[in-house]
């Protein structure tokens, strides 16, 4: 019989592994549950299941209670040293617990059959150290607990692969970041090895949200799995029917019998047996070859629907490719334009500076001019104002009028000198204005 799930998709796999020691506390992430916490959660001890809001009491499939599994933790604590020959803390890890589910959309007539496959693998790869299996009906989906404890003589990492790989880790003395990555790592291999019981289910290993998959591309994949699952065949072929064989027997004339009277059991001759051995070996390979056709019949049912979501598949992951190509070229042009803009914003301010030192090599020469500006002046208009002081005090003085000309004369002197001054301030002035434009692009207070 196969697993096929007539199209429906069974979406993926949920499974759990922690630790818990004998007492709990608290943690930054909240409250931390004791051993004897989860034992309670699972045989459904009042104030221990508030998300049930219609308790049922677990199935027990394997093992002890969940409660007498703590106990047996519990024991093996008070004698177990930590990798440092410690004895355990009484937080310390001494029980792995963990958990195993289905999503909603999986076949309910199924679940059994999953359930003590995943059971059978547990028993296989844990051995004596599964103590207990029970089962939730209660809630929305269906699913089991495990309990795991380590033999007398082993360390907590026997039964949690995780602390067993950073454990390892710390003793090879490397920092806290690489600890965790062998944790996750372990972790994600023992993920992978449930697997190998829930892809005969069409389960698969990650939702689509963690792998960032489209609606299409999920589909695609579930129908891949499903179809994988369908060729996949639980049930052993169907014995050779001894009722045939017999009537073959039976075919056979009988001329002889054993006994004194010939009333025993029949005795045939050579060639009659020779001919029942060939009649029912061609019976055999007949049942082979048909056997051989249902299962050739099967895959034939099925390979197009293989087909077509492999080929979806390897079309996702060419756009994959293609998306992530696109991805680098943008990045690339993004890199571009941010080097492109910190070179203009470096030459906007290489002529900023540069306009700065224009400005006040101006204002420099233009404080030089005025000073000598003002020395002329006053050579000047000394004598202009004694001039006219004097014809003030006698308007007929010839010589104070002669000087007062001569005076008027040199001041005429003068206007080339105001020229090169306003040439002077208009660079200056020029200078200012570009610095405070380049201030203002750069989002600076202009001056």
Known sequence: MSRYFGGCMAGYQFAHLDGYGRRGGKSKAGRVMSAQDIADEAERKPGAHDHVSEPRMPVQHFGVTPSEAVKLAHEWAAKAKDPKGRKVRIDGL???AGVVSVPDNFPHDKWPEYRDEIIKHLQKKYGERLKSVVEHLDEKYPHIHFYL???SDESFGSVHPGVAAARASAARGERKGMQNSAYKKAMIAWQEDIYTVSQSFGLARIGP???RLSRDEWKAEQRALSAHAALNISDKPIGLSMGKIK??????VVEHRAGLLGKGRALYTEEQLIKVAREAALYGAQHVKMQRLDVLGAVILHSSKIEAAE?????LAEEEVTLGIRIAEANDKVKAVDKEALERMRMALLKAEQAEDMAQQAESWTKLTVIEMEKRMKMVLSPILATLAAIIRDPNVVEAQLEADAAISALEELRPLAFEIQRALHPVAKAANKTNKVKHALGLEPD
């Open 94 to 96: 001494c029980l792995a």
């Open 149 to 151: 404890v380590p033999l």
């Open 209 to 211: 949200r963690r792998r």
């Open 247 to 252: 009537q073959i027997i039976a075919k056979q």
């Open 311 to 315: 080929a979806r598949l390897i079309k």
